[in-house]
């Protein structure tokens, strides 16, 4: 079985009202592939409900990790970016990966956090169209594309485009994206 990201730790942010399938289809597929998920919420041992009521146990608090333990950042959508990006600790999670060159992956509402953290001006993006204003008026570069992957920025619009999405995360953890 082919396993490319061996020995590669992503994190993954977790929350109230998280989106189900944009927690479970990337994680699921990146530990498909040999990479270690730890899913870090604002408490270590809770158990976080889903936008559509699929449980998510985080593994650590999000206070108790830095960006150099990990490989890349997955960012999912639904309600929880909306209370979690204004949690300081998790926007200098996210400019430690970013400065660092390090995969910060958001789907849907996700690209909120990347958007608070102010690392996403002159990048190119795609998210909720409902978010769409909130990304240009951040300085990112809007594309209406399934996947857009932006050196080592991936992002997508919505659950439809999951497959996609998981596409270019593995690109970026492996080659480096483009």
Known sequence: MDRPLENKRILSFVG??????????????????????????????????????????????????????FDGLLVPGGFMPDKLRREAKVLELVREFDAAGKLIAAICHGGWIPISAGVYKGVRVTGSPGIKDDLVNAGAEWEDAACVVDGHHVSSRKPDDLPEFCRGMLAVLVDGGS
């Open 16 to 69: 109230d009202i998280y989106e189900d399938l944009e927690l479970w289809y990337p994680k699921l597929r990146m530990i498909e592939a040999g990479a270690q998920v730890v899913v870090a919420g604002p408490e270590a041992g809770v158990t976080y409900a889903g936008k559509n009521g699929y449980p998510c146990q985080s593994d650590t608090s999000y206070h108790d990790v830095t960006a150099a333990e």
